[in-house]
């Protein structure tokens, strides 16, 4: 029995396509971990990580250079009406604010932000759905 090139042409992309598929189940699932590095190459730390929803000040974060802002926000399961959703994020230092570091609008977001001050912050969260923030640095 032989297997002609039009079929082995189509095992193989189903095959790819099975693959692109798990890693997207994966991803959608939170499975699939993004590390960020520092420049001496060490896994950068955990420096704040935390969930809400509407609007709230985070606890303070220190961070030493080159800092990474994760965030999310999910709409789906609220009374929000679709398109509405958004979510802005200030940053502080002491009770100065510093720098707007997100004004995004969507209903299901999930984003990274690099930023490079040095200090303790806090962050101020505004969004009508329920949002998680983690950041990362040295």
């Known amino acids: 029995m032989s ?34 590095s520092t420049p001496d190459g060490q896994p950068a730390e955990v420096r704040l990580a935390v969930s809400g929803s509407g609007a709230r000040q985070t606890g303070p974060f220190t961070t030493s250079g080159p800092w990474e802002l994760h965030y999310t926000l999910d709409c789906a399961n609220t009374e929000v009406r679709e398109g509405a959703g958004g979510i802005e994020i200030a940053l502080f230092e ?37 949002w998680t923030i983690q950041v990362t640095g040295p």
């Open 94 to 130: 002491d009770e100065n604010r510093k720098a707007a570091v997100v004004d995004d609008h969507g209903d299901h977001l999930d984003k990274r932000v690099r930023r490079t001050e040095a200090g303790t912050f806090t962050l101020a969260v505004r969004a009508p759905c329920p």
């Open 3 to 36: 297997t002609s090139r039009l079929e082995i042409f189509a095992l193989t992309m189903g095959v790819i396509g099975l693959v692109a598929l798990v890693v997207l189940v994966i991803q959608g699932i939170g499975l699939f971990v993004h590390v960020m």
